[in-house]
């Protein structure tokens, strides 16, 4: 290849030597995810243990049944407040004696919320494994919740909503995520609260949603690394053994789109050297029995480096530093979504070839290579998923999150493997909707309001980055 | 067993027994210079391969910016025997992760792989060592400037604050200093980056002598010497690569340093650096515990002064840059709270450093600090790639693999009393570049701000 062009090299690449055959693979080595033992104590309270003794370290991770999906219509943010808040102090430590405990143990403590659940977390050494563990359960069973610390968080997620008018992707993904569900759903807001619902995460609405949600029934601990099931089990119940009370089912919440027409939605910003765009709708729930194939098919469209919109993209066009595609995937139905950043003079051209392979993954098979690519890495990968404690109980975590098998993670090599091209052209068929896409771009509007109106993806509507309750095509701006 | 750091321990692992953990580690050179680091270990069928050269934007000729960045973009569109973007489809098919990255004074290559795919990643990485200049076209060279370009767009251009990692080593190093350019680089020098400019940087840098192949993770060790030898013993020991330009600085600035940004910013924000000792040196692991008890996590000191005391910042956080050449930087890095100024946030934070310059550090403080980095340092060896990687940089930097074990005994031998010598050469006002960010709204309505934009010298 290319060998007439090594002229530019001068004599150099004559000195190159010769180059040894290409080898292939030799056996593989085999590979099974952790094994790990689940056991329910009187109160509920799952307790999932994975004896990993590779190295003297320990992860837990407790997955509650609280997150984002579970706020109150009028206080959304709660939960991930709530998480926040978690951390800042417990019935017999203060916020800073709780950081220096944890900390002076060499841990510190995660928390966090998404739309399905919470999530505490910690790695502790091995040695300290027992100090840690009575501070985690400490944390998540007698919160002190302090006012003075509310009312500084709360500060500080006014502080985030700032920053994020000032920040081009996220202000895509915040505006992506909204104006594809219904006005009504819960995900049509944001997650982590707006400026008026984060005033109502009081201190009272956060002891009341701990109160209620936060009990052993509706709690998952994964405890993966060195220790054995039965030290991991006693201090589960030593710790969390008399945590008492039960949280209430939940409800999904609602999940149908907003539009059912495509659209184009331009976010302005003024002098914006690139446009951030994002293009895609609302999919399937996580628990689908065509989730492999559409795992298969995203990484031949989005997925890899050597997917399609990337190739296009990037290396054939080099409109942009990358071009990907994914589920964000939740309990109930998920946005498909194509995202990358291209400069302003071409983001029309850029979201032509988006439609297109939009298009043509719907239109004939995936070719045996692209196939073949995408398995291949697939199932290769999937222990490189799972070295370290942490991955193995966030692969756990998502077992519990979204009730998949037990047995998931021995069968899904052989899922993946048992995928075929016609199954990825089924699903793309059934999944991928052209005639519904929405697309959302935060860029100069000026530039490229007229030329991706004239792309004839939908009616166009500009937007302020300070828009709080977006508009359903407000007449001033939309252009037909 | 293993990782054979934990053969002969009992079940009660000790605290000493963090300092007795080891990292397998076997160099050796190829007659061509290669420097060869294994690390055996068959906990998982995973194997890293992690490439070093020893080259970064420090090497760049001044009028050519952004250039070492521009080529590792280039060494992923082929070689004699591999396609454009065919590395990544082979590495990809073989079950493997990988990518690329360039630092200042280090550029380096790596995959995580299945065990039983070893050969292929080490066969992709020697057919671009030794034969990438056959690959090379202008198409190819073209189109990677303008993919950098929109990596230039992505992270510096259309990001708030986006230009502080450009701005922060050009304010702390002098003119003409090989730190002080920008490692993206600028649009014009990359638009002039010709095709012999690439031939010129790849014979002179991606030299066997120049480089550290590090094997971490379940490998036969007969094998994987076998295929090294083959693959890269026939390429060709490098020649006239010219020194690096003298990197001595002085080891303080002399006075405060000062520049003022207007950008399109919700808040103000603060970069402070200050000139530190070298990485690897006993001065750095006292600054690095320094910047730990300053900015690492919740219970460090600005968190918890201007983050929950005074509520001045919404976030604060200090490290180093871990540069192993002229001068490491110690930088503190906060975000101002709403409603405060520019001028609040500075008087704050320069009153912290000033109390850390003047009183030094408690053993608490301290021991606080070497908890977190013990843990966070075994966590990351559960990762081959991270171990290759630790493997691979001190290989590189000091010729001798073997100093990644030594990190946390010498975190340990570092005393509050270092931790506090060092603040008080390094952290006063005569050793701190301020970077500010001022957002364009505050700026405008207040003529203070503006009347200061512009780098100035002096307190």
Redesign the interface.
């Known amino acids: 290849m290319s060998i007439v062009e090594t002229t530019v090299a001068g004599g150099i690449a004559d000195d190159a030597p010769p180059a040894p055959p290409r080898p292939g693979a030799s056996a593989p080595r085999p590979y099974h995810f952790p094994a790990f033992e689940t056991r329910i104590l009187a109160n509920g309270l799952r307790v999932i243990v994975s004896p990993v003794p590779a190295y003297p370290v320990v992860t837990m991770l407790a997955v509650v049944e609280a997150g984002a999906t579970r706020d109150p219509r009028d206080a959304e943010g709660l939960a991930q407040m709530t998480t926040r808040a978690l951390a800042e102090g417990t019935r017999t430590m203060n916020a800073l004696q709780l950081a220096e405990r944890l900390e002076t143990l060499g841990t510190t403590l995660d928390t966090g919320a998404d739309w399905d659940s919470a999530i505490v977390q910690l790695t502790s050494l091995a040695t300290r494994v027992e100090d840690a563990f009575a501070v985690l359960a400490e944390v998540l069973r007698f919160p002190a919740f302090p006012e003075s610390e509310l009312e500084r968080l709360r500060a500080e997620r006014l502080a985030d909503l700032a920053q994020l008018r000032a920040e081009p992707r996220g202000l895509a993904d915040v505006f992506f995520s909204r104006l594809l569900y219904h006005a009504e759903s819960r995900f049509a807001r944001l997650a982590g609260g707006d400026e008026a619902s984060t005033q109502r995460t009081t201190r009272d609405r956060v002891v009341a949603y701990h109160g209620e949600f936060y009990r052993p029934n509706s709690t998952a601990l994964m405890i993966v690394g060195d220790i054995s099931v039965d030290e991991a089990v006693r201090h589960a119940s030593r710790y969390l053994g008399d945590w008492a009370g039960t949280a209430p089912d939940v409800t999904e919440p609602l999940d149908v789109p907003r539009f059912t027409e495509p659209r184009v939605h331009i976010i302005h910003k003024a002098d914006a050297p690139q446009s951030e765009l994002r293009v895609g709708h609302v999919a399937v729930p996580r628990l689908h029995e065509d989730y492999f194939p559409l795992v298969v098919m995203n990484a031949i469209l989005g997925g890899l480096f050597s997917s399609r919109l990337n190739l296009n993209l990037r290396e054939v066009h080099a409109y942009t530093y990358g071009a990907h595609s994914a589920f964000d995937w939740r309990r109930a139905a998920s946005p498909f979504e194509v995202s990358t950043a291209v400069e302003t003079a071409v983001s029309a051209d850029a979201l032509r070839e988006i439609q297109l392979e939009f298009a043509r993954i719907r239109e004939s098979e995936v070719s045996e290579a692209e196939l073949s690519l995408a398995t291949d890495y697939l199932v290769g990968v999937f222990p490189i998923r799972f070295e370290t404690t942490a991955e193995v109980a966030g692969g756990l975590a998502n077992v519990e999150i979204f009730r998949l098998p037990t047995n998931y993670f021995d069968n899904y090599r052989e899922r993946v493997r048992a995928v075929t091209a016609a199954d990825v052209l089924r699903v793309a068929q059934r999944h991928l909707d052209p005639t519904r896409l929405q697309v959302v771009v935060v860029g100069n509007a000026e530039a490229i309001r007229e030329p991706l109106a004239a792309l004839g993806l939908g009616p166009v509507t500009v937007y302020d980055p300070a828009d709080v309750d977006v508009p359903i095509a407000s007449s001033s701006s939309s252009i037909s | 067993m ?2 054979g750091f ?1 053969n002969g321990l009992t079940a ?4 000493l ?2 300092l007795e ?1 080891r990292i397998p580690v076997e160099s050796y050179r190829l007659p061509n210079g290669l420097h060869v680091v294994l690390s055996e270990d068959h ?4 194997v890293a391969v992690n490439l070093w050269y020893h080259v970064g934007s420090a090497n760049e000729r001044p009028e050519r910016t952004g250039f070492a960045h521009l080529f590792e973009h280039m060494l992923f569109q ?1 070689s ?2 591999v ?3 065919e590395h ?2 082979v590495v ?6 990988l990518n690329g990255s360039t630092w200042l004074d280090r550029t380096n290559y790596y995959e ?9 990643a080490l ?1 992709l990485e ?2 671009r060592m ?2 990438m ?6 198409v190819k060279l ?3 400037r ?6 230039r ?3 510096v ?4 604050y986006g230009t502080w990692w450009e701005r922060l080593p050009a304010l702390c190093f002098p003119e003409g200093h090989p730190f002080h350019h920008s490692l993206m680089g600028s649009m014009e020098h990359l638009s002039e980056a010709s ?2 400019d690439v ?1 010129e940087f ?2 002179t840098y991606y030299t066997p002598d120049n480089a550290v192949l590090t094997i971490a993770g ?1 490998f036969e060790h007969g094998e994987a010497v076998r ?1 090294i030898e ?2 890269f013993g ?3 020991r490098g020649a006239n690569r010219p020194p690096l330009r003298d990197m001595m600085v002085t080891p303080v600035f002399g006075t405060t340093l000062r520049e003022v940004v207007t950008d ?4 103000p924000r603060l970069l402070v650096a200050c000139r530190t000792p070298v990485f690897g040196t006993d001065g750095y692991y006292a600054a690095s515990l320094a910047a730990a008890v300053l900015g690492l ?3 460090s000191r600005l968190e ?1 002064s201007l ?2 005391g005074q ?1 001045i910042a ?1 976030n604060a956080t200090a490290f180093t840059y871990d540069l192993a050449k002229g001068s490491d930087l110690l930088v503190v890095d906060v ?1 101002a ?2 409603d405060v100024s520019t001028d609040q946030l500075e008087q704050a934070v320069l009153a912290e450093l000033d109390k850390m310059h003047r009183d030094g550090v408690t053993e ?1 403080e301290v ?2 600090a070497r ?2 980095i ?2 966070s340092f ?2 990351s ?4 790639a991270e171990r290759a990687d630790q493997l691979s940089r001190f290989a590189t930097y000091f010729g001798d693999a073997t100093l990644a074990n030594e990190q946390v005994v010498r975190y340990q031998a570092t005393t509050a009393a270092d931790v506090s010598a060092l603040a008080r050469e390094r952290l006063g006002p005569d050793n701190r570049a301020l970077l500010l960010f001022v957002p364009a709204a505050e700026a405008a309505t207040d003529s203070g701000a503006t009347t200061r934009s512009g780098v100035e010298v002096g307190a």
Do not use: C
């Open positions: 293993a990782p934990r009660f692992v000790t605290a027994s963090i953990m906990t998982a069928p995973i082929g004699a025997n396609d454009a973007n990544f489809e990809q098919r073989a079950g493997g992760t995580t792989l299945p065990s039983n795919q070893l050969a292929i066969w020697a057919d030794g034969r200049l056959p690959a090379l076209t202008q073209d189109t990677q303008d993919v950098v370009k929109n990596e767009r992505w992270s251009d259309n990001q708030p095709l012999e031939s790849f014979s379940d295929l083959e693959y026939p390429i060709a399109a910013v919700a808040l996590r919740t219970g918890q983050v929950r509520r919404s975000t709270h709403p608490a021991a606080r908890a977190l013990e843990t075994v966590t060896l559960q990762s081959a």
